[in-house]
């Protein structure tokens, strides 16, 4: 009875944590996907994406970033991989930080290469916007503009 009234009190906390955007336990899978994206003055574009075995599996590591690959299964977050495009903010002489807007930069994403899941998303953590990315990814797709932010 008190195992259920425990869990019953606890129900809301973990609804509240997926609200808040905790990310989950991380994944650890020896096969990665590598989401290769750029950022061309405000616009997202996923350029390619690539497949590879490590030599031992890697485990999701968890870092701080205005963006996010983020993967759910019937709505439930599976994993998040957070990350910055580079060169995009920048510290200005007060201390703080001058977003660059008319950047143009690319980067490589890690992302494990589960057999989880059913739906995956690129986020911007400053607004509104998601875009779809393929799940499970074409091996050696290439597009110019898979992802396009506008």
């Known amino acids: 009875m008190r195992r259920a009234l425990f869990l019953l009190l606890l129900m809301p906390a973990l609804a509240l944590a997926q609200v808040a955007g905790h990310d ?10 590598i989401f290769d994206l750029r950022w061309d003055r405000g616009d997202v574009y996923l350029v390619a994406v690539h497949k590879i075995d490590m030599p031992t599996p890697m485990t999701t590591p968890r870092v701080l970033g205005r963006f996010a690959i983020e993967l759910t299964e019937k709505g439930v977050l599976v994993e998040r991989v957070r990350f910055d495009f580079p060169g995009l903010a920048v510290p200005d002489e007060d201390g703080g930080i001058r977003m660059t807007a008319r950047l143009r930069t690319r980067i490589g994403v890690f992302f494990p290469a589960t057999t989880r899941g059913d739906k995956l998303e690129l986020v911007d953590k ?3 916007q998601h875009w779809a990315l393929p799940w499970p990814p074409q091996v050696g797709a290439t597009t110019d503009a898979g992802v396009d932010a506008r």
């Open 24 to 33: 989950p336990a991380p994944l650890t899978e020896r096969a990665q996907w």
């Open 126 to 128: 400053t607004s509104p």
